[in-house]
């Protein structure tokens, strides 16, 4: 048998090559992991598994959990303005909010395939660069409509986290119930028993949390988007 034909049967008997280990490519097995089962399923063991690897090959990479969390958080990040650049909206005068408004459901729409980051991102101590990318450019969008750097500033405050498309949770059942009020409580709270007994959150496919669905996000975000359309044409005149 000729030599490059025995070189190629041992090559197919030794199966596929794995790639070589690389930061990216552990920080999208870690993503990968998050996505299959939440940030509690991600370990550094895991990780390891996951990429066929020792595990402390994984630290010539990555220096610890937090340097991971770090890191696919600017992945996600990253993937949020590469879809909200593809938009193509007008924001001159009183179209920015329209443009802000697209904007900012595109994002969401991305965190709704990653709904582990949201808590990523509120953890962080360092700001990832691709999310100041974006509020520079949400900015833009604003100044675009004719806001003042001081209205702006006042706007990206009020909007929170919800300019990146996501809502803080004003409850947090933990335990994925549906917020009963304690039966020992009911007598003394009338007004969230009747409250919860009519609500209905939308499908959990579109809630990013127990209060954060589709419905009751763009509920708070046209809210914000209407007030500062006001005070925009207010500062104008």
């Known amino acids: 048998m000729p030599a490059e034909v025995m070189h190629v049967a041992a090559d197919a008997e030794a199966g596929p090559v794995r790639a070589p280990l ?12 998050a ?43 990253r993937e949020i303005n590469e879809v909200v650049d593809a938009l193509e909206v007008p924001s001159a005068g009183a179209q920015w ?31 990832s660069p691709e999310i100041l990318v974006y509020h520079d450019r949400l900015l833009g969008l604003m100044r675009d409509g004719g806001f003042s750097y001081d209205l ?13 498309g996501f809502s803080p949770e004003l409850f947090d059942p933990g335990d994925g119930s549906t917020g009963d009020v304690p039966a020992e409580f009911a007598d003394r709270l009338p007004h969230l028993v009747g409250m919860l007994s009519e609500i209905a959150h939308d499908d959990p496919g579109s809630t990013l949390g127990w209060c954060d669905d589709q419905t009751e996000f763009e509920f708070g975000l046209d809210l914000l988007l209407d007030g500062l359309d006001r005070l925009r044409e207010r500062s104008s005149s």
């Open 22 to 33: 690389s930061r990216d490519r552990v920080l999208r097995a870690a993503i990968g992991i």
């Open 35 to 77: 996505d299959d089962g939440g940030l509690a399923g991600l370990t550094m063991r895991r990780l390891a598994e996951v990429l066929g690897a020792e595990a402390m090959s994984l630290y010539y990479h990555v220096a610890n959990k937090d340097e991971v969390l770090d890191g696919i958080a600017d992945v996600v990040a």
């Open 97 to 127: 909010k329209n443009a802000v408004r697209r904007r900012i459901l595109a994002a969401r729409q991305v965190l709704l395939r990653h709904p582990w980051a949201p808590a990523v991102f509120e953890t962080r101590t360092a700001m």
């Open 152 to 164: 702006a500033h006042h706007a990206l405050h009020a909007l929170g986290s919800r300019a990146l």
